[in-house]
Structures are given as C-alpha cells and as structure tokens.
C-alpha cells in the first residue's frame, strides 16, 4: 500500500494550478484534503503523474454568507463547517447533514471541494448541492463556468469536470428564516457513508400548504438524487400523517438502487421510504 | 514487613502499559536492521487456477529490485506448512505450499517475493511481473463444493476433507422416543481476527556464524522454530526466533504461515537482512479466516424442558487448505455443541470442506462461538414451542454441580476426550440474572420506545483453557536479590509480564517490583508451547509455581552452608533466609546466581464458565440494532488480576458484537474477495457498544493445577453470536422473526420484518 511515484506541486494561484493541470494532458490530479485520493493512491487505483495541491489557495477557504446564499470554497473543510455557528441560521440543512461526514480526523481534513469532485453517490455535500440546487463555479483553461448541481454529477464517481478544470466554489441559494427541513440518514457505524440518506426542505404558504418541496436522496443511485416525484405529492398540500404516507410510498416506488455487498437495493428503496417519512414528521413537529 | 501472598487477586496496572503508552513499544516495524532490504509479496488475484509462466525479468530491471523468488527458487519440492494440532496424515493432501506451485487455490495466495531497496520500489516492481494463469472454475460456496463444481485436490476427489463426528449415548434411539423434536439450519459467516497491528518480520542470515535470527515471532515461537529449522535444513540453535511487542492476536498472529518461511528464506538467498510488513489489505486476504459454517441439526427434549439430545451435520468451509489449527474450529464446533448444559444423547457431523477461499484457523472461542450461536437458538425455540420460560429452560438442564467432573463427547478421528472440571453453573446463572436486572427490565419486553422494540436474551457457554501439554520457565535469583523469570509463554498483548510478576511476587514472596518477566525469545527456555487456548496463565503460572518451591530448596541449600546448619532448617521470610536468629538476605546471599528449571505438565483442559445477558433495542424500519447492555458473570477458578481480567472480558464481547453484527468477509461465486479493506470490513468502533460490564467470580478453583486458575479471555464473545440472536427474536416477537443466520445486519433484519408482515398479512 505504497502509492506510486508521483510529482508534486502547491501552485499560488488558481491560474497556475489550472496551467498546470493543463500541462500534463489528463495526467494530474488536484490534491485538496487528500481523504478519498489517498487511498486511491495507496491502492493503486489512480496512478496520475503529477499532484496538484491546492493547499496555498486561501481564498478557496472561505465560507461567505450573504444575501444570495451561501458561498462554499472549495477548500472549506468540515470542521470549517461545523465550527461556524451563522450557518445554524444561514443554512441549517448544510450544518445537519455535515456533522454526518467521517470522523473526527477524517473531517480535519477533508473539503467541500474534493467531496463534490469526487462525487461519492453517498455522499452528503453532493446530496445537498443536488437537494438545494447549487451553483457550482468551475475555473478551467477556457475561463470561468457556473453550472448548476444537476448537471454536473454525471455518473457514480463522475462529474462534468474537465481533466484542466479547477471546481472553485459551491454556492447555495439563500434560505428563508421560516422554512422547514430535516435531514436523516442511516449508517452501519458512526461516520461511515450512508446506506441512504434523505435531505429535505420546503416552505409554507399562507394557508399552510407546502410550497416548493426539495427531496433529495444518497446512496440509492450513481449520483445523488432528486425525489421529484414524492416532491409533487407534497406540494400544495397540508402535511398530514396521510400525505407522509403518500410521499414516502411514491419516494419507495420511484427509485430502484443497486444492489452491492452492504445491502440489496429493495432494502435502500424502503430506506428512503422510512427516512422520508421520519424526515418530514420531524420538519413538521 | 512482611509482604505474603498479597499481589494475587490485586487489579494491579499492567507493567506493559507505560512503556506503550509512552510509545516506547517495539513493534515489529520498528526493528531495523543495518543494511536491510525489503519484501512484498505477490499474491493471486485469481481464485483458481493453473500457473502457466511467470516472467519477473522486467521486474528484476527495475532500479533498487534485488530479486524475485518464486516456487522454482525453493528445489523440487516446495515447503508445505505442517498441522501444530490434530496433526492427522488424513490431512496431509491439504497441506499448504509455501509458495504456490503450479497452482493457485484462493485470492491473496503467495506467488512470488519481491526485494528491493524500498517497499515502495518492490510494489512498483510487483506490477511488472508477468503472470500467467489459466483460470479454472472456483469453488466459492457449500453448494459448489458438493456439486464439485471443481476439485480443488484431484487426487483426494472431493472437497470434502475429512469428517468429525462427534457422539455420545445413542442419538438415534433417542430422537425415536423424544416427545420434542425440531431441525433447523443456522449458518454463521465468515469473519476473522483483525488485530490492530498486522503482521510482520524481519530476518538477518549470518552466514560466518551459520545463524538466522527472525524478529516478529508470537504466539508459539517454539513450534515455528523447529518447523523453520526443518525446513531450511538447520539445526534448532542455529535459528532464534524474537519475540517483540505485538498488537494483538487472538488466535489467528503467530501460527505458521507462508511468510514464516519466506521473509527468512529471502534474508538467506539475498545475503541481507530482509524485512517484510503487512498492510490492512493483505492481511484481510491471508491472514487465518474463521467461522464459516452452516448447519443442519435436531434438538430432542422431553415435554416438560429436559434436553435429551443433538443430531446433525455441520459444514466448516476451511478455505483453500489447512493450515497450523485449521482443525480446532470444525472440531470444537460438534464436540461442544451441548455447552454447559446436559446432554445425554449426541451426533454431530462435522465436515470440512475446501473451497477457493483463505485458509481458516482459530479466532478467539473458536468453533465456541458459532456453536454456542446453534445451541442458544434452538434452546429459545424450544422454550417458544414447548411454552417453558427459557430462563427456567435453561436452569433445568444445566450442568450440576454434583454431576462433576461432567463429560463431554467423544470425537474423532483425532481423540481430545475432556470433561468439565468443575462449577455451580446455576449460582453463575442466578447471579447474572440479578446483576443485569432481568426481572424489572423483563417489563420492556416486546415494547416500542421512540420506534425502537426492547429485547433480551441470557444463555450461558464454557471456555475450555490450558492445552497442555507443558510449559517451562527458568526462575532466576540475581545476587542482588532480584527475581528473573525466563518463560516459554508468550505475549499477544494479554497482561503476561503483570500477571506472571504477580505471581512469582507470592510464590517467592518479594515484593512485585523485584520481579523482571522475561520472555520472548527461544533461547531463553529450552522448550515452550506458547500463547492460545487460554492457556498462558494456567500454565506458565503453574510453572512458577513448581520453580519457585525449587528455588526455594535451593536458597536453603546455600544458605544452610553460610548458617551452619541442615537445608530444612533453613526458614524463608522476607527475602531473606534466616536460622536461629542469624539472617542472610536475598542480596549477597551467593555471589553468583542462583538458577532452577521447572516444567509444569498437564493435558486436562481448565473449564471456565459463565452467563450473559443482554438488553437490545431493534429499529424494524432500519433494520438497526441498539445493545443497550451487555452483562457477563463467569468463573475463573481464581483470578490472577481482574482489571486484564475484565479489559480481556470486555474486548472479547465487543468482538463477538462485531461478529454478531458487523464482521463479515464476502466472496463472489468466482472466489472475489469482495472486502478487501475496512472500508467494506466493518469493525466495531469506540462509540458502537458502550454498555458493556462484566462480573467475575471464584466459586470453584480448578482442580487441575495448583493455581486453581482456569483459562480465561476469550469466553467474553463465545455467548454473544447467540445472545444478541435471541434478544432480536425477543423484541420482535410480535412478528414471529427468527434469525438462523449471523450477522444480524440492519438489511438482514429488514428482510426478515418484510417476511413477518407479508406472512401475517396472508394469514
Ligand atoms: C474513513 C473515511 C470515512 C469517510 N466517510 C465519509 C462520509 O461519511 N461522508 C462523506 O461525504 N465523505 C466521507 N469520506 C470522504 C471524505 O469526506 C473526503 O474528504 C472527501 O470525499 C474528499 O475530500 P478531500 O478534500 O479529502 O479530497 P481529495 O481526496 O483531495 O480529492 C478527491 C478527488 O477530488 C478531486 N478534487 C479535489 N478538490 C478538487 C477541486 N477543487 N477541483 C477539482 N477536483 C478536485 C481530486 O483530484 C480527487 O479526484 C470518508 C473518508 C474516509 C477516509
């Protein structure tokens, strides 16, 4: 378990790291908290030619809050996350699902960034990238593009990344004070990934309907998910242990995970099901 | 002041722990050696086949690469690993090789050794080796085994190694008359010991002195020694084998495996020292596998909860071959099948069949804890079918105290007739009932708390210890006055230094810190048997004991000649030797040291024994499992110290949750490891099982030795498979579910609250 030889660079700049990721023809790999790319390493899985470490980009390590939204670096890292307390109030489906990611040391290290790249189907931040409808902003030789959640995640592991692009920031749109949420997910141990988990928000109207409804899913496809279908079944409607029911039902029959080591794919659709259903009791209480 | 007989008993710190804590341990990655070189190992990626060429000249051109060894290099005939137990000619044809030779039998075989200047440049190297196999079909399950979908040894013609039957009274006749029958199958899975530092050596040959030193021995350094020595054509003195610390064993580090002999092999043909360490995904690949059985049996009692009899077979997957104790676990799994409990009439088959998966051999309870699984179901079934409460169940047909010493069955074909020892098996029993609370928690039973469904279980289990059949020390008397003892047992991190000093503290009676342990090397005792089978302070402690009367005869000789008067005049007190009112202390008594050999043989087995409780919780919509208690009470004979004592009870127990919930090593039908890192193997972690406690008693001292100690440490998980089996069936009792298969993963009791509902739904 010794990774191959590899070289080293920690460019100043995002232009430099872009350069020289463009230098090597597919043959270099952005380094950020190194907690899935090591491995791979170590393993032998990936064998690029050239690291490059984002390490002296500070400016990526910034979470901003603003007006729009939050703005997450790409080297933010979790306990960046978990440390601060405005997004208690600014994003509180973010700091829930977050406090779900690895462990302790794991979490000293690892980014917002890296985690979306690597675009773990089980993963939490690209779960609520996909939940909230996030903007990513990717720097690469051809300038600078904002591409929305849903169509950057393209396949288990697979993102709309080019080999000379630099994924900068992730940018979440504002988030009412009154709206509700909850986000559940289910774990063989403490800090693993997530069998499945379930993100969710949505917002009330004067009569107390539900407007809006985001649902979103890990661990039950290629790439983390939107529950469209059980988000039609709320909206418009008054929650209710029967429409609970109904999303949960329609969340079960609308996804067909695959089957692997952990779990067949029968028991992640009745997963969701039963996190959809706890979820949503649990925005409305 | 006189200090007798005051440190056993005592939770006394264990002296190892400083120098761990400090991190001033020596592990076996922290011995280098000058000039030395380093090994990686390629391993199969195939599961079967034949080896049709190998080809390492690209790997040999590679800057820093010394050489490649493979079959070819080690003559006509490859070393194969001899059986340490049961060592039956039946089994000869399963023998491994230590390097595959013309064909492989399981993902994670050792094909070829690499040494070059760096473990980094040998693995780059491992990549340019060029190999050839043509695959043949694998045999990854019980069923191709049968249906023989290959042979794995064609001259033997069947997958089926050898069969032990286990027997007692007259089964047949039995199951005839019994008012109670019911037939179940259980499987438990395959699972391993997975100890927090993996394996490791290093070897130096030196050739001027004709002598191979070998650091990252455990377990049973004599044994390997003399197998090594064969092998390689030396004498015994010429070969040390060197202990030094290790994190953890049980069971599975230090038995023989192809690394014993290859690491030490390389450092001779090389010419420099050669050093060689495991990583997590080779370990997981070739360490002992363990556990993996399934089985088909009755159980007969009478309509009123009287247990008459065990009828069945058993499959044990071994893996590709059997290595060292590949046979303890088959064995143990039928002969003890009936646990503490009476059994009169008994016929069990165990066979051992040989797939395309890694060799199998002892992990801590082994076969104990997949029987005790067997058993504890089908006592609760029993209570369930016969409407007995299963706590009284089970009081009816333990062992008595008066029925003492109580009979196992017989086995063969490798004779190990033994028998309980001695016990209350009922005081255990009641007093773990009181201890846990059952009566007022009985009140949760069956009940939903915060969607969770409240759940217990009790059932008690026998630890056999002490395997002889000797053990010897050397017992030191510096002229300082301190006490060296020279031991043939070893360390796999269990407290030996402390507990040993304990005991030598009474026996001499000075004090403690006077004492220097020292064990780990071959050199140090002629002979030693080493550390499995509970057995280190049974047997190693009786031999301090023997060697502390001898040296005391001996302090009385020499004092005698100093006092002017006969050796049995001479009084020992207080680390001195005294005679009318003359004294000479221990320090300056003779002005060279004074030195007695003794070896304590016995080859009954210590029978320890306990019951357990548990309180679980069960999540039906996630399938998920809260323990919220665990409970242990068992007896120990006499407890040397009970803080090692209880931390070895409580490991234990959070190994068996890990087996009973987690652990789990999964192959495809083509013989793919499928978990091949900790990422899939899941090991119970710190915040997992935090409610664990654990009781110990000294109802009855074992009759067998003078400690009156049993063998103790790894009875902890032996119930808990079963346990934590009959608390789920017990909080989901309103749905009828039965587990028969371990580990109780959350997707594996989903899937049996799925059948629940549909069944009730038809009905
Ligand atoms: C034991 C363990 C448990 C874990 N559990 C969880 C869990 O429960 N949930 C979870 O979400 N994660 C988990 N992780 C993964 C962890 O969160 C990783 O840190 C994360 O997925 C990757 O972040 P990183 O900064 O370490 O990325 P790296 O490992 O440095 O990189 C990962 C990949 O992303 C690419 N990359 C990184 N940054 C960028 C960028 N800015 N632009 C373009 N490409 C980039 C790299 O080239 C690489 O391919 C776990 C990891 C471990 C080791």
Redesign the interface.
């Known amino acids: 378990?010794?990774?191959?030889?590899f070289e080293y660079a920690s460019p100043l700049t995002v232009a430099e790291a872009v350069s020289l990721l463009a230098s090597r023809n597919g043959n270099a790999k952005v380094i950020s908290g190194g907690q899935s790319l090591m491995?791979m390493l170590a393993?032998?899985l990936a064998a690029p030619e050239l690291l490059v470490d984002l390490k002296h980009l500070k400016d990526l390590g910034a979470i901003r809050i603003g007006e729009d939204g939050v703005r997450l670096g790409a080297r933010v890292r979790w306990c960046d996350i978990e440390s601060d307390a405005r997004l208690a109030v600014s994003h509180p489906l973010l700091a829930e699902a977050i406090k779900h990611v690895a462990h302790y040391q794991i979490r000293n290290r690892g980014t917002v960034g890296g985690s979306v790249a690597h675009a773990d189907p089980s993963a939490e931040m690209p779960g609520i990238a996909m939940t909230c409808d996030a903007q990513m902003k990717i720097v690469g030789s051809a300038g600078t593009r904002i591409e929305a959640a849903a169509d950057f995640f393209t396949g288990p592991l697979q993102t709309s990344l080019e080999q000379d692009e630099i994924l900068t920031e992730v940018h979440l749109p504002a988030w009412p004070a009154a709206r509700r949420w909850a986000f559940l997910e289910?774990a063989?141990?403490?800090?693993?990934f997530a069998?499945a988990g379930v993100a969710l928000y949505y917002d009330l109207d004067s009569g107390s309907r539900i407007t809006d409804a985001h649902i979103g899913a890990i661990g039950v496809a290629d790439r983390p998910i939107r529950l469209t279908e059980a988000e039609a079944v709320l909206n418009g409607n008054q929650m209710s242990d029967k429409l609970i029911a109904a999303a949960s039902a329609k969340a079960r029959q609308s996804i067909d995970p695959p089957s692997d080591?952990?779990?067949?794919g029968a028991?992640r659709a009745?997963?969701v099901a039963?996190l959809l259903g706890?979820g949503l009791k649990k925005s409305a209480a | 002041m006189k200090v007798f007989n005051s440190y056993i008993g005592r939770p006394m710190e264990r002296v190892e722990d400083l120098r761990m804590v400090r991190g001033r341990g020596t592990y076996v990655a922290d011995v280098n050696r000058p000039n030395q070189l380093y090994a990686v190992i390629l391993r199969s990626s195939t599961a079967h086949g034949i080896i049709k060429s190998i080809d390492s000249s690209e790997a040999l051109a590679l800057a820093g690469v010394h050489h490649v060894l493979t079959a070819k290099d080690l003559g006509n005939e490859v070393p194969l690993i001899p059986l340490r137990l049961q060592p039956l000619p039946q089994l000869e044809p399963f023998h491994q090789p230590v390097l595959a030779d013309k064909k492989v039998r399981y993902v994670g075989e050792p094909i070829a050794v690499v040494i070059a200047e760096s473990a980094a440049i040998a693995e780059d190297a491992l990549e340019r080796i060029a190999l050839e196999i043509d695959p043949l079909p694998a045999v990854a399950t019980r069923a191709q085994a049968e249906a023989k979908r290959s042979v794995l040894f064609e001259g033997h013609g069947s997958n089926v190694a050898i069969t032990w039957k286990a027997f007692r009274g007259d089964a047949d006749e039995a199951f005839k008359t019994a008012d109670y029958v019911r037939r179940e199958t259980f499987r438990v899975q395959r699972h391993a010991a997975m100890f927090m530092e993996p394996r490791g050596f290093v070897a130096e040959w030196d050739e001027a002195a004709g002598k191979l030193t070998v650091w990252g021995a455990a377990k049973t350094a004599w044994y390997n020694r003399r197998t090594l020595a064969a092998q390689l054509g030396l004498e015994l003195e010429a070969v040390d084998l060197i202990e030094v610390d290790v994190g953890g064993g049980f069971g599975s580090r230090g038995e023989f495996y192809p690394e014993d002999y290859l690491i030490p092999a390389a450092a001779r043909i090389v010419g420099r020292p050669v050093k060689w360490t495991e990583d997590r995904r080779e370990h997981i690949m070739s360490a002992n596998h363990a556990r993996d059985v399934e089985c088909d049996v009755e159980f007969a009692a009478t309509r009123d909860g009287r247990f008459i009899g065990l009828r069945g077979q058993i499959w044990s997957d071994i893996g590709a071959y059997i290595r060292t104790n590949g046979s303890v676990g088959p064995r143990n799994v039928a002969q003890y099948m009936s646990g503490p409990y009476c059994m009169e009439h008994i016929d069990l088959k165990s066979s051992m069949l040989t797939t395309n998966k890694t060799p199998c051999g002892t992990y801590r309870g082994p076969g104990r804890y997949e029987t005790d699984f067997i058993r504890e179901r089908m006592i609760d079934l029993a209570a369930q079918d016969l409407k007995i409460d299963r706590v009284e169940l089970r009081r009816r047909n333990l062992v008595a105290d008066a029925q003492m010493p109580y009979t196992l069955a017989s086995i063969t074909p490798y004779d190990s007739s033994t028998e309980l020892d001695s016990g209350d098996y009922h005081a255990v029993f009641d007093r773990c009932l009181k201890e846990f609370g059952w009566e007022e928690r009985s009140k949760l039973r069956g009940q939903s708390i915060d969607g969770y469904y409240h759940g217990l279980a009790i059932g008690s289990f026998i630890e056999g210890g002490a395997a002889g059949p000797k053990e010897e020390v050397r017992l030191v008397l510096e002229t300082d006055g301190a006490l060296s003892v020279y031991m043939g047992s070893s360390s796999v991190g269990q407290g030996l230094e402390t507990i040993m000093a304990q005991i030598a503290a009474d026996a001499m009676e000075i004090p403690y810190e006077k004492i220097t342990i020292l064990h780990g090397s071959t050199s140090y005792v002629k002979d030693g048997y080493g550390a499995y089978h509970s057995r280190s302070t049974v047997m190693g402690g009786s031999a301090i004991l023997l060697g502390a009367e001898k040296l005391k005869e001996l302090i009385q000789q020499t004092a005698a000649q100093r006092l002017g008067c006969k050796s049995e005049e001479v009084v020992i007190d207080g680390e001195q030797a005294s005679f009318g009112g003359n004294h000479i202390a221990f320090a300056g008594l003779s002005e060279t040291p004074l030195e007695v050999e003794a070896a304590f043989f016995n080859k009954k087995y210590t029978w320890a024994y306990g019951t357990q409780a548990a309180h679980v919780a069960v999540d039906p919509g996630t399938g998920h499992v809260k323990v919220i208690d665990v409970m242990s009470v068992e007896d120990v004979g006499r407890m040397i110290n009970p803080l090692t004592l209880h931390g070895q009870a409580i490991g234990s127990i959070v190994q068996g949750l890990g087996g009973a919930f987690l652990e789990h090593l999964v192959y495809d039908d083509e013989g793919q490891l499928l978990t091949g890192s900790f990422a899939d193997y899941l090991m119970p972690t710190a915040s997992d099982f935090p409610s664990i406690r654990s009781v110990t008693l000294e109802l009855k001292p074992c009759p067998n030795n003078p400690l009156g100690a049993k063998g103790a440490g790894e009875g902890g998980l032996i119930p808990i498979g079963g346990l934590m089996a009959n608390a789920v069936a017990d909080a989901l009792s309103h749905l009828n579910v039965q587990p028969m298969e371990l580990p109780l993963s959350p997707p594996r009791i989903w899937q049996l609250v799925e059948e629940a509902e549909a069944a009730r739904a038809r009905a």
Request: aromatic share 12%; hydrophobic share 40%; charged share 30%.
């Open positions: 378990m010794k990774p191959p030889i491995p393993f032998r289910f063989r141990r403490k800090g693993d069998m080591i952990h779990a067949p028991y009745a997963l039963t706890r």
